[in-house]
Nanobody, 125 residues
Framework: VQLQASGGGLVQTGDSLRLSCAVS????????TAWFRQAPGKEREFVAA????????YYADSAKGRFTISRDSAEKMVFLQMNNLRPEDTAVYYC???????????????????WGQGTLVTVSS
């Protein structure tokens, strides 16, 4: 499985941005795709995840109400719509994937085998 993230950029506080993740290679109906982010000097943190089959979504508290994860199964794309961006959202955003991740570990990066290269989001104040 290969992942290609795109859509990052420089925006101002309150702006919106949509990240895209193209998934190629073998995938499974049980695949989970997630977005993580890592700010300078900080640890990687979970942002949102989606199950391909059911479309179930999961969010970090910091993302709830502002970010929306979605997928286009036919195009094998996953999106992260980010609204009302804040300076603290500045980070490199990574998409990741693995099959059959349980609810207990869906927010942990170690549970994901496949990772994209990351796309930088910078939010100016």
């Amino acid at each position: 499985v290969q992942l290609q993230a795109s859509g990052g950029g420089l925006v101002q506080t309150g702006d919106s941005l949509r990240l895209s993740c193209a998934v190629s290679g073998r995938s499974f109906s049980s695949t989970v795709t997630a977005w993580f982010r890592q700010a300078p000097g900080k640890e990687r943190e979970f942002v949102a995840a989606i199950r391909w089959s059911a479309g179930s979504t999961y969010y970090a508290d910091s993302a709830k109400g502002r970010f929306t994860i979605s997928r286009d199964s036919a195009e094998k794309m996953v999106f992260l719509q980010m609204n009302n961006l804040r300076p603290e959202d500045t980070a490199v955003y990574y998409c990741s994937a693995h099959k059959a991740i349980g609810l207990a570990t869906i927010r942990f990066g170690a549970a994901y085998k496949y990772w994209g290269q990351g796309t930088l989001v910078t939010v100016s104040s």
